[in-house]
T-cell receptor, first 112, second 113 residues
């Protein structure tokens, strides 16, 4: 079965600084990869997804992620963080049978 | 365009009781998945329903059961509640083929006392 590891439990960045959240996956076939964001007490919102093709994908709110097959990684990046980006971020891997598994999440704190 | 709707938003139950949570998928979606998210954790896959049948199941005991109706809505039932069942229960729906990713509801916060 597929699995996801998010090595960083908590990250703090200053507003305006760049951001990179790490995600490593394990899956035997071509993965479908996703990043979701969750505000406190809320459901999950899809930021971006990768299925095939260009390994650099653009998402909403200025986020992007790069798929690196050789490293089994799908890291999320943003060039300049805004205070409103403070939230929990989840990486997920989906299989062709539509079964999606999530990482444990990375909590992002933004300093003013 | 209504997204995924879950009810109730919050509820409190006593140990040993039974609970039913409900989910209406986004219009055009036919697959419903349920997740349990304990405080400070990532969502854990419970099961997935498609064409009114359980298609996939995660590592959850038989106390957790579900149902999908012809209109694609779904219920999650938990019997003999334990304190450890306290969590946010998330419902997610997806389109036929499921390659678009999931649309999540806001969840039901279950507290077992």
């Amino acid at each position: 079965a597929q699995s996801v590891t998010q090595p960083d439990i908590h990250i703090t960045v200053s507003e305006g600084a760049s951001l990179e959240l790490r995600c490593n996956y394990s899956y035997g076939a071509t993965p479908y990869l996703f990043w979701y964001v969750q505000s406190p007490g809320q459901g999950l919102q899809l930021l971006l997804k990768y299925f095939s093709g260009d390994t650099l994908v653009q998402g909403i709110k200025g986020f992007e992620a790069e798929f690196k097959r050789s490293q089994s990684s799908f890291n999320l990046r943003k060039p300049s963080v805004h205070w409103s980006d403070a939230a929990e971020y989840f990486c997920a891997v989906g299989a062709q049978n539509n079964d999606m598994r999530f990482g444990a999440g990375t909590r992002l704190t933004v300093k003013p | 365009d209504a997204g995924v709707t879950q009810s109730p938003t919050h509820l409190i139950k006593t140990r040993g009781q039974q609970v039913t949570l409900r989910c209406s998928p986004k219009s055009g979606h036919d697959t419903v998945s349920w997740y349990q998210q304990a405080l400070g954790q990532g969502p854990q896959f419970i099961f997935q329903y498609y064409e009114e049948e359980e298609r996939q199941r995660g590592n959850f005991p038989d106390r957790f059961s579900g149902h999908q109706f012809p209109n694609y809505s779904s219920e999650l039932n938990v019997n003999a509640l334990l304190l450890g069942d306290s969590a946010l229960y998330l419902c997610a729906s997806s389109r036929p083929g499921g390659l678009g990713g999931y649309t999540f509801g806001s969840g039901t916060r279950l507290t077992v006392v």
